[in-house]
């Protein structure tokens, strides 16, 4: 039995996707549940790139137990320290080291020959060494490079010390049997390969990127490298969840020994929805929201009658429940305490007794909770930033033949702030309006706003996520409400607190990202 390593890059090549922005908060609590789904490494940023990519991957390294973790690092001895730096207090640090090997990104972006980059890499890595054995080199574009070079590069890296040897697709441009054929040389042509783990890294530009990676695992790499919902630089990377049950699913394929908890992978990827503000396409494979519904009428009268007629995967081996009613009205603490614990959320009594006042306000209202509702308000409470502005008072008029109007007021230190009354276009422009304005942000842009519910029915809950630009930087708030302008004014909140808080100094004088 072969025995699969997953990479994961979320925190990396993830948060590269166009319009992803995580507070170093959010990529600890990412990187928790990537370690309790037992990922085998993190990636968890690049340390040069910004002194909030340093700090992040700092954090994560000092807090989180039981996995790799990896930083990426050019081949400059300035990247290499600064990566080092980040990830030194880890339990088993990875420095991950790179650099481009193809023609086009030689002579066009590095202006280097082969024997230059030859050079610089067998350095990088020989430096590297100086602080550990555990190090990954990438030769970038590997896929559109002269094999004869790759195989001369990865002998003379894995001499200087490389135990990973890293292929990336990284423009996305390979063919599943062309890329299985390029690791087939690889491991044929490197003489001292056999020193050295093969891992490939496949980006999604043809929609290929699981397919090569499934197709370099049948031809002999041994670490995958991959994203939570395929995030990513443009189309992004390989789907964490879809390479894992492709794996899981077709073990008897793959003949592959997992160690992954694939009940961990639903939560995962909500998570890391909700906070990159990256909606999930209701047909994506294995966490899409459809992925596990049968329409017609066939199918339905299939499953009912025997599941694996129109099923090759059980919901519940990814984690995700049937959405019953669990808790209603008369439900107390004690009742609201075993769910969590059951479902495996952890709060403190402050966290929790805030949860615990919202379920009881809207158990009120609706009279039975289902379980999607639930976590949907623990979730909330979870990922939520420490508040500079909370809201105190909401009213809003509109309707067809009047102007649309918000009065807010905002509580600060403990002490009701300010009130403003503005109108807009619609009810949602004259509260971010207000809010704008009582907070002192002016210079902020909405890039996008989203609104969906959250279960079936009229009295669904409104989950709205909202993505803005506050001074050229990308902040993201969402939050769940049964009235959706509550919903609106509070993501939008979010923003601006994250904005207060992320903008200001770190505690080491750091401007952050
Ligand atoms: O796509 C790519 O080539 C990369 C490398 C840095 C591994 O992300
Ligand atoms: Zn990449």
Request: hydrophobic letters at 40%; charged letters at 25%.
């Amino acid at each position: 039995m072969k025995n699969i390593k997953i990479f994961d890059t979320t925190l990396r090549d993830g948060e590269q996707s166009p319009g992803v922005s995580l507070t170093p908060e959010e990529k600890l609590i990412i990187a928790r549940h990537l370690a309790d789904l037992q990922v085998n490494v993190i990636e968890a940023g690049f340390p040069i790139a910004s002194p909030g990519d340093f700090k992040s991957v700092k954090k994560i390294a000092e807090n989180i137990k039981g996995v790799e973790i990896a930083a990426l690092a050019r081949t400059r001895k300035g990247d290499i320290d600064r990566a080092w730096d980040a990830i030194c207090e880890a339990e088993d640090p990875r420095l991950h080291i790179f650099i481009a090997t193809s023609p086009i990104h030689m002579k066009y972006k590095l202006k280097m020959t082969e024997d230059e980059v030859l050079k610089q890499a067998v350095e990088a890595v020989k430096y590297g060494s100086q602080y550990t054995s555990n190090i990954e080199f990438s030769a970038e574009d590997a896929s559109r490079s002269q094999p004869e070079f790759l195989y001369r590069l990865f002998t003379e890296v894995i001499k200087a010390g490389a135990r990973v040897i890293n292929i990336p697709d990284t423009v996305g441009y390979s063919q599943p049997s062309e890329f299985g054929r390029l690791i087939k040389d690889i491991k044929e042509n490197v003489s001292n390969i056999e020193k050295a783990e093969i891992s490939v890294h496949c980006h999604n530009d043809l929609g290929l990127a699981v397919a090569n990676s499934l197709a370099a695992i049948e031809n002999g790499a041994i670490q995958i490298e991959v994203a939570v919902n395929g995030i990513g630089e443009r189309a992004g990377n390989t789907a964490l969840e879809e390479l894992i049950m492709n794996l899981y699913t077709r073990r008897d394929y793959y003949n592959c020994d997992l160690t992954q908890k694939t009940d961990e992978i639903y939560r995962l990827s909500k998570l890391v929805s909700n906070l990159t503000g990256m909606l999930i396409q209701p047909n994506k494979a294995i966490v899409g929201a459809n992925a596990f519904a049968h329409e017609a009428g066939i199918h339905q009268d299939g499953v009912i009658k025997e599941r694996t007629t129109y099923e090759i995967m059980n919901a519940e081996t990814i984690g995700l429940k049937e959405n019953r009613l669990v808790l209603g009205k008369h439900s107390g603490r004690h009742a609201l305490r075993d769910f969590m614990e059951k479902a495996g959320y952890s709060l403190d009594e402050e966290g929790f007794e805030d949860v615990f006042k919202r379920f009881k306000n809207l158990a009120d209202k609706k009279k039975n909770l289902s379980v999607v509702e639930i976590e949907s308000l623990i979730d909330n409470q979870l990922h939520k930033p420490q508040d500079i502005f909370e809201l105190e008072y909401l009213s809003v008029t509109t309707g067809n033949q009047i102007l649309p109007t918000a009065t807010i007021s905002l509580r600060k230190d403990e002490v009701v702030n300010k009130k403003a009354a503005c109108s807009g276009d619609g009810p949602i422009d004259a509260i971010y309006q207000a809010i704008n304005d009582i907070t002192d942000v002016h210079d902020i842009k909405l890039i996008s706003y989203h609104i969906e519910a959250v279960t079936e029915g009229k009295d669904a809950m409104g989950k709205v996520i909202v993505k803005v630009k506050i001074g050229g930087k990308t902040y993201i708030g969402h939050s769940a409400r049964t009235d959706i302008t509550h919903a609106s004014a509070l993501a939008y909140l979010e923003t601006i607190n994250k904005y207060y808080i992320y903008n200001n100094k770190d505690e080491n004088g750091l401007e952050d990202k």
